[in-house]
């Protein structure tokens, strides 16, 4: 365990603690004393058929969900939804390498998959929230692989699914994307396995990171049209590379990263049918509105679009947004009314 | 100096130098005793009208040119054309980090530009070969850097050019991107500042370089549709990653690539009209046919098709491969027929 305020409460608001116990995982290991970070808004009605999950992708935080998806001004009014945003574990805040004892710390802290973090959620929702139906879960990024991952394994309590700028199985490109980020901070020699004293030791490694993840979170036309200034506020494309991408990343931890990018890789329905991906996707019964965003050089829209062939009834809105991937953090004011739009057709229907 | 067997004639195929002498560089340094690698296909008719400039690309050589390039089953027919290939400088095969004595050697190599790269071609062109105009000058990627660079510098000796996968200036994306390529190598502790013993001493930098690399260098159709086993005969991603892409990198010298990604960052024409890009592009009088790669992640289709604008008379003939920008190397067997066929055209008119 190493000390990171940047994963407390004066950083990322209000959270609870759920206490799940041990926690078996995919890989074969347990999680002991398995702890789930989240957040609630609005009210559960009595019939307990208002309860919308929001899932937390890569590096980010209940808080980021809570900022900028929900609120009275959003399809995730709390005035009408009993609105859960649960942190993935391992992403700093749930049960983490940096906040677990020893052993299960740091370059000890075991390896998670999505389906750990669908499990641990559903072990919550159901045991302690007493939900048994989830009108809609929804999530973007890492957050949209588990929202597939709820939709294939607990059709029985998805109503709705809305994944954003996902897919169902990585894709092999991401793969290999996603493994020149983990060598960008395991070859930093601080890095260490994952044993360091604190998370800024590792700051080269984390800034190579920021650097890749630069070039592909963001579309080509965020640096044709130079929106770091527009849209961010910076003033040249190295001001943007220190000031925005390398300084987002710098408090967070490296270990943390990781054991996301070990679940980003591996994010797979097909596994619960054998590999048979479009046999899995058959199983899910949700409405389904898959989101992709247009200039996403990560999920691209035609992989996106791909899944939607193998669910039926499922319907794809592309959102509209040069930021690509990173479109997410909703910047672009025109972001969060499109998903808005997306969001209250498919929970009107 | 260190001894580097891949930059030799038994790898390099049979090539010839040019000394160049004391060469002034962009950069205001000069590159002393300069030599220039070139290789020469059938002859130069009695009016000097049937000369063809082909220039590499990074990691590339004179032979990967030669031997895809070039043929009486292409384009570029030596029965036809008297066709010179020159090695960029910095490329292992002329004057480059690793074959140039101290002091200006290894770590101390001079940073080099496009710029430099042309003036070293024309001054071997003119004071060497006797050549004032050049049918076509063709080249793919920091090759096409090259052509754009001929066309705007060298107006009255181009009568047709052909970048092939390539922009008339670095999009700040691709800066981005190939500064993520240096890190990776310079960050591996054995490059120690451009001094090591053997490039094999820095295979880690390498290797995590061939792995970004692979991210964007080729298309994720490529991934998509497992092209690395119908194209090139690996048997998984991992067998492409490390028998095909590491494999590759691994016998060239790091401080060469370092040097071309110095070169590769940079090239902008419009530095001919105090960055003023359409009015160094309306300067040239080359016809011209700009070839992008349809699903290349490096020079998009849009930003090649951008400076056709301000080129009068250029036309854009998009080339289809699942490839990506690695399609270049023609290991796609329709590749070369669609820019044969476009080559002819140009040829012809």
Redesign the interface.
Same mark, same amino acid.
């Given at each position: 365990m190493i000390a990171n305020d940047f994963y407390e409460a004066h950083t990322q608001g209000d959270f609870k603690i759920h206490d799940l116990g041990d926690l078996a995982l995919e890989s074969g290991e347990t999680l002991r004393n398995a702890k789930l970070a989240y957040r609630t808004f609005g009210e559960l009605n009595t019939d307990k058929s208002n309860a919308i999950l929001v899932t937390t992708w890569f590096s980010g935080t209940g808080k980021v969900m809570e900022d900028v998806y929900v609120g009275a001004d959003h399809a995730l009014d709390p005035s009408k939804y009993f609105i859960i945003i649960a942190d993935q574990l391992g992403s700093g805040v749930s049960t983490s390498p940096q906040n677990n004892p020893a052993p299960q710390t740091m370059g000890k802290f075991p390896k998670l998959t999505i389906g750990d973090d669908v499990a641990a959620q559903h072990k919550m929702l159901t045991e302690h929230l007493g939900i048994e139906k989830l009108a809609l879960v929804v999530g973007g990024s890492m957050g949209g692989q588990q929202v597939y991952e709820w939709a294939v394994a607990h059709p029985e309590m998805v109503e709705r699914a809305a994944p954003i700028a996902a897919t169902a199985r990585i894709?092999?490109?991401q793969?290999?994307?996603v493994?020149?980020l983990e060598?960008?901070i395991t070859?930093?020699?601080n890095w260490n396995g994952g044993w360091y004293a604190s998370g800024l030791d590792v700051r080269?490694?984390m800034d190579?990171m920021s650097?890749?993840v630069?070039?592909?979170g963001?579309s080509?036309e965020?640096?044709?049209e +130079?929106r770091w200034s527009t849209i961010l506020g910076m003033s040249s494309?190295d001001d943007f590379?220190n000031g925005f991408m390398k300084a987002y990343f710098e408090p967070m931890d490296p270990n943390v990263l990781l054991s996301e990018m070990h679940k980003w890789q591996r994010a797979d329905v097909g596994r619960h049918a054998d590999d048979d991906l479009p046999k899995a996707l058959g199983r899910i019964t949700a409405k389904m509105c898959i989101m992709p965003i247009d200039h996403d050089?990560f999920f691209?829209p035609n +992989?996106c679009e791909a899944d939607c062939r193998y669910i039926s009834g499922a319907t794809v809105k592309v959102i509209q947004s040069k930021d690509g991937h990173m479109g997410l953090n909703g910047l672009e004011p025109d972001y969060m009314a499109q998903v808005d739009g997306a969001l209250n057709v498919l929970l009107q229907s």
């Open positions: 894709s092999l490109h793969k290999v994307f493994q020149a060598e960008a070859s930093d020699p080269d490694g190579r650097k890749i630069s070039a592909l963001w080509r965020f640096y044709q +130079e494309l590379i050089l691209p +992989e």
